[in-house]
């Protein structure tokens, strides 16, 4: 299992290769500012992408999709699924915490605008599924 997660290697593999080349630089930036190493913030943001992947019909319906490309969708969720999906995966707060930073910065330069506007909900961005 990729990483002691539960997740299969392979699938763990497949989706961390679309996480890195995704979210790139970014996870550079949040890991230098924050006590989270790089390493367990790519682990981090690919179990929450397996999570949400695994509930993405649930996610849509519960979220609003504020964007879409061919490769993500931005969706505002309430914070207590996001909170959900990061306790399901065993993911601490200071985690959590990380990878959420790493989404909001890339929903912000999807969608061009900041979640403060939207109290109780936060953003997620959502990789489409590996082929």
Known sequence: MG?????????????????????????????????VSRAMLVETVIKLEVAADRRRNHL????ETAYRTDEAAVL???ESVL????????VSEL????????????ARSMVGVDHEG?????????????A
């Open 95 to 106: 985690e959590a915490d990380a990878a959420g930073e790493v989404m909001r910065r890339m």
């Open 3 to 35: 990483s002691g997660s539960g997740i299969p290697d392979d699938e763990f593999d497949a989706v961390g290769e679309r996480v890195e080349w995704f979210f790139d630089r970014l996870l550079d930036e949040v890991a230098a500012e924050s006590s």
């Open 60 to 63: 849509r319906e519960t979220g």
């Open 83 to 90: 909170e959900s999906l990061a306790a399901a995966q065993g």
């Open 76 to 78: 505002w969720l309430p």
């Open 118 to 130: 939207r109290p109780g909900s936060a953003p997620f961005v959502l990789l489409d599924p590996v």
